[in-house]
């Protein structure tokens, strides 16, 4: 986010004005800046691990949402 010059808390969140003109003769105050990531290779087995991760959250969040109707029917 850019901010005025002297007034960057964050500077892993924030650029001071000036800064964010250096990149970008059209910015504003309040706008954002963006620089792209390098990419990261996670290889097969850490793709493959990151897939069951983000399943098993799936499917604890059904669990969950199925207990908690099943409450709901039992003391309506």
């Known amino acids: 986010m850019v901010v005025e010059d ?3 808390e964050d500077p892993a969140r924030q650029i001071s004005l000036s800064d964010a003109a250096k990149i970008d003769a059209d910015i504003q105050l309040g706008g954002y ?11 097969r087995i850490g793709a493959q691990a990151a897939k069951q991760v983000i399943f098993q959250k799936i499917r604890d969040a059904e669990r969950e949402q199925t207990l908690n109707d099943f409450l709901k029917e039992k003391i309506i």
């Open 6 to 8: 002297g007034a960057v």
């Open 33 to 43: 800046s963006e620089k792209p990531l390098e990419p990261i290779e996670f290889g």
